[in-house]
């Protein structure tokens, strides 16, 4: 099985490594998660939808059989809770990460008579990012750098300059390079995705976040990136509009 369920699960070993979580420790969660996405494929479970009782009923059958640490269900259970927090956390930006944009796009269309973009919509912001599937690095490439714009007050030349070196061990602040060198915090959703970022795409210290054209200046570039989050027949989403939609 290698869809989402699997690859959720693969990110979340990855996620517990980062974290530092001991190789014995490691060892055990590895088996648990490999016995879950097999219960879960062979009951055609999707992830995101599993209900206590069909974790209970696992964590039961798993910890009887299980040949490897023999972990107790209540472990079983705690393991599979911070799954479900992580899988919360990385996909929070699919539930409507827009919905305090209503108040600034209604005054920004009140000062400009009407004139922005009218299509340019929360709902249409929703539905931009929920084609974005986090398991997909260009995509999630596109969703961090539209919750980096929304969510901080980063510049073009910040976000086209950010490098891993630039979060700190945490990935809960960002060092901005710019003209006034400063430090920038960010909300635990965005922490989450960078560092699912990062490892998908085995990206060194030294390396862009993002993989932007470095002949054209750092607005063309952002906007370009923000451009394949929108499909053809959509109106453009530029960095300046995400900033409006404050």
Same mark, same amino acid.
């Given at each position: 099985?290698?869809?989402?369920?699997?690859?959720?699960?693969?990110?979340?070993?990855?996620?517990?490594?980062?974290?530092?979580?001991?190789?014995?420790?490691?060892?055990?969660?590895?088996?648990?998660?490999?016995?879950?996405?097999?219960?879960?494929?062979?009951?055609?479970?999707?992830?995101?939808?599993?209900?206590?009782?069909? /974790?209970?009923?696992?964590?039961?059958?798993?910890?009887?059989?299980?040949?490897?640490?023999?972990?107790?269900?209540?472990?079983?259970?705690?393991?599979?809770?911070?799954?479900?927090?992580?899988?919360?956390?990385?996909?929070?930006?699919?539930?409507?990460?827009?919905?305090?944009?209503?108040?600034?796009?209604?005054?920004?269309?009140?000062?400009?008579?009407?004139?922005?973009?009218?299509?340019?919509?929360?709902?249409?912001?929703?539905?931009?990012?929920?084609?974005?599937?986090?398991?997909?690095?260009?995509?999630?490439?596109?969703?961090?750098?539209?919750?980096?714009?929304?969510?901080?007050?980063?510049?073009?030349?910040?976000?086209?300059?950010?490098?891993?070196?630039?979060?700190?061990?945490?990935?809960?602040? /960002?060092?901005?390079?710019?003209?006034?060198?400063?430090?920038?915090?960010?909300?635990?959703?965005?922490?989450?995705?960078?560092?699912?970022?990062?490892?998908?795409?085995?990206?060194?210290?030294?390396?862009?976040?993002?993989?932007?054209?470095?002949?054209?200046?750092?607005?063309?570039?952002?906007?370009?990136?923000?451009?394949?989050?929108?499909?053809?027949?959509?109106?453009?989403?530029?960095?300046?509009?995400?900033?409006?939609?404050?």
């Amino acid at each position: 099985m290698k869809n989402f369920n699997h690859l959720i699960i693969r990110d979340f070993i990855n996620y517990l490594e980062f974290k530092g979580v001991g190789p014995d420790e490691l060892r055990t969660a590895y088996f648990i998660l490999r016995g879950y996405d097999d219960y879960i494929s062979d009951n055609n479970f999707m992830l995101e939808h599993m209900s206590y009782d069909d /974790i209970l009923r696992f964590a039961d059958e798993y910890a009887g059989r299980a040949e490897n640490a023999k972990p107790s269900a209540s472990n079983i259970l705690k393991l599979l809770r911070e799954l479900n927090s992580y899988i919360s956390e990385l996909t929070y930006f699919y539930k409507d990460p827009f919905s305090a944009a209503d108040a600034g796009y209604a005054t920004a269309c009140k000062e400009t008579g009407g004139k922005r973009d009218k299509k340019l919509t929360r709902a249409y912001l929703s539905l931009i990012v929920s084609r974005l599937d986090p398991t997909d690095a260009e995509k999630l490439e596109c969703a961090i750098a539209i919750l980096l714009i929304s969510g901080t007050n980063l510049t073009d030349p910040e976000i086209a300059d950010l490098r891993v070196s630039d979060l700190n061990g945490h990935y809960s602040e /960002i060092y901005a390079r710019g003209e006034n060198e400063r430090t920038v915090v960010i909300s635990e959703t965005l922490s989450n995705l960078l560092k699912a970022y990062v490892m998908r795409r085995s990206l060194k210290p030294d390396d862009r976040i993002f993989s932007l054209d470095p002949s054209k200046s750092p607005a063309e570039s952002v906007d370009e990136l923000l451009r394949r989050a929108a499909g053809d027949d959509d109106p453009p989403l530029t960095a300046d509009i995400i900033r409006r939609l404050k």
